[in-house]
């Protein structure tokens, strides 16, 4: 086509040790080339078993994603046909050109089945809606148009995403949270600049208006990201949604603009994430926030920045196990902590999970929840869905079955017990626990039981000892769910006790005292060790897919008259 000979090299061998002052082509998607692979981490590219779609493909250029002023082109679709079609299709755009050098490209063919997830750019209705908008959802909306750019290659996308960052802009101050939203952002400005439908004024317009946001106190100045500069412990969502302001500012900022702050914004994203490297938990103690706010920054540093080991260690595992041991069998969150429904999911986590570690427990999580849900997976995502389907085959998770135990992080336990200390530390780190679940099988219709064992953490609810969701049957019966109205342990499924009329500091953590697994039924003890001048032990008696009994029992430390109250909580 062209007469130059490009050589093949081995694509696991050119992400290690590749010369990057050369151009690359990629040939294949997420799941089968690994530079495709790296690119896709650093949200340049989006194929892999779900996009394009069977059958469908994309040729697509990447300009200067190593900072070394070559570029890439990756040429893959969903499935071999895919790819074999993305191949001819440059073959035939190389045909057309005057001579070799490849214009920016973003050429999609989406299968059949992927036509419904992407709706049309509409920037009349944008600006209509925009009164509704906080600060935070224009920024939010402005990521997702840049990644819809990513997916279609449509260059209209611009101009909705211009109506929502000149609103951002004209309201005069970043608003609240919008920190949490910037990185995406930055991502997605990364990708559809590139596109030839904006000008130069407009790119530098906008450029230069991001760039404002970093530099405030929605970007690396966030409050509690620079205060998380002056300790080393386990980190907060707020903290980690900034850090990855300032690291993703520094991968566009300072590798395309080489401003002297950005490699300031590295340093700092690196001691943040860093002191969360080793630790299986962060500051945040529920389900929603640990699995979305917490892990969706932590997942998608521990996937770009080469050589940080909370994957490669293991550590990553023991998260995501734990928030599978928090999900019930519809494959909801449980909402331990703050949350916001009952129907809550974390896609994005146990996707990299199933991606990472090639987990097929984690890939039944998602194919489950979506099966049950089929409305969902139609959705489009901002974020990589690293689609696994078909490639990695489902199995049941047979270890989060009977009864399993969530432990407690030990950084979490010392961060809160130097700064949570309105609580009772009685309880030494190696007798506690922090999730426990009862589970016959890992189906819709069979019994689930999550226990929590800590009332320490950041969106946390005071509920040691107490049962966070009972499920059975398809149907959801018992729940902690809330965000601020029932947080206190009088909203609990579990008891509330009184001494001489008065309260008194609650137990930090529940003791595990014994548990055991048999084919047809289950035991655990646990102990809240002085609640209130009481010692509360909560014996569950578990017959598997039959009756389930909860036997207390309060032991009185001291003399004193003592009110006590049992509390249940179900949905109506």
Request: with cysteine.
């Amino acid at each position: 086509h062209t007469g130059l000979r490009l050589p093949i090299v081995n694509d696991e061998k050119w992400v290690t040790v590749g010369d990057r002052s050369r151009h690359a082509i990629a040939i294949g998607n997420l799941l089968q080339n690994k530079v495709t692979e790296r690119l896709y981490c650093l949200w340049y590219t989006r194929e892999d078993a779900g996009y394009p779609g069977k059958g469908g493909w994309v040729v697509r250029t990447v300009h200067n994603p190593w900072a070394t002023g070559t570029n890439a082109v990756v040429l893959a679709g969903s499935d071999a046909v895919g790819t074999e079609h993305a191949v001819g299709a440059f073959l035939r755009i190389l045909d057309d050109l005057p001579g070799t050098t490849v214009p920016h490209t973003v050429t999609v063919a989406l299968g059949e089945a992927m036509k419904t997830h992407f709706s049309k750019p509409n920037p009349s209705a944008t600006r209509k809606r925009l009164p509704r908008y906080s600060q935070r959802s224009l920024m939010s909306g402005s990521a997702d148009l840049g990644m819809r750019y990513v997916y279609t290659g449509n260059p209209d996308w611009g101009e909705d995403l211009l109506v929502r960052l000149r609103e951002h802009r004209r309201r005069g101050n970043p608003g609240h949270d919008t920190h949490m939203e910037l990185w995406k952002t930055l991502r997605g400005w990364d990708n559809i600049e590139e596109s030839p439908a904006l000008t130069e004024e407009v790119r530098l317009e906008v450029t230069n208006y991001l760039l404002q946001v970093l530099r405030g106190k929605e970007g690396v100045f966030s409050g509690m990201f620079q205060s998380s500069l002056s300790y080393e412990a386990v980190r907060h969502n707020h903290e980690m949604l900034a850090a990855m302001d300032a690291y993703y500012g520094w991968l566009y900022f300072g590798r395309y603009y080489d401003l002297p702050d950005a490699d300031d914004w590295l340093a700092k994203a690196r001691y943040c994430f860093g002191a969360q490297e080793q630790h299986f938990k962060g500051k945040d103690e529920s389900g929603n926030y640990e699995a979305t706010a917490a892990l969706w920054p932590l997942l998608s540093y521990a996937i770009a920045e080469p050589g940080y080991t909370f994957l490669p260690s293991g550590v990553g595992r023991t998260f995501i196990d734990r928030c599978v041991i928090t999900l019930d069998n519809r494959f909801s969150l449980s909402g331990h902590g703050d949350c916001w429904d009952t129907d809550c999911f974390a896609p994005l986590t146990f996707a990299i999970g199933a991606w990472y570690y090639r987990d097929s427990g984690y890939q039944y999580v998602l194919e489950e929840h979506y099966r049950l849900r089929p409305e969902r997976s139609l959705v489009f995502r901002t974020y990589p869905t690293f689609a696994m389907h078909g490639v990695l085959q489902p199995e049941r998770p047979a270890r989060f079955e009977g009864v399993t135990v969530a432990p407690l992080d030990p950084g979490h336990y010392a961060y809160y017990r130097e700064h949570q200390d309105e609580l009772l530390w009685n309880t030494p780190v190696t007798n506690t626990f922090d999730k426990l679940s009862l589970r016959t099988r890992f189906e819709p219709d069979a019994q689930y039981l999550l226990l929590d064992g800590i009332a320490c953490g950041s969106h946390g609810h005071a509920d040691p000892n107490c049962i966070a969701r009972f499920t059975d049957n398809g149907r959801v019966w018992i729940v902690d769910d809330c965000y601020t109205e029932g947080p206190f342990l009088d909203a609990q499924n579990g008891i509330q006790v009184t001494r001489n009329g008065l309260g008194a500091p609650l137990p930090a953590c529940a003791r595990l005292d014994g548990k055991a697994d048999f084919s047809h039924a289950g035991l655990t003890r646990t102990t809240l060790v002085d609640h209130a001048g009481t010692d509360w032990e909560r014996n569950i008696l578990w017959l598997k897919e039959g009756p389930v009994l909860i036997l207390d029992r309060l032991t009185a430390r001291e003399d004193a008259t003592f009110g006590i109250r049992l509390r249940w909580r179900t949905l109506g």
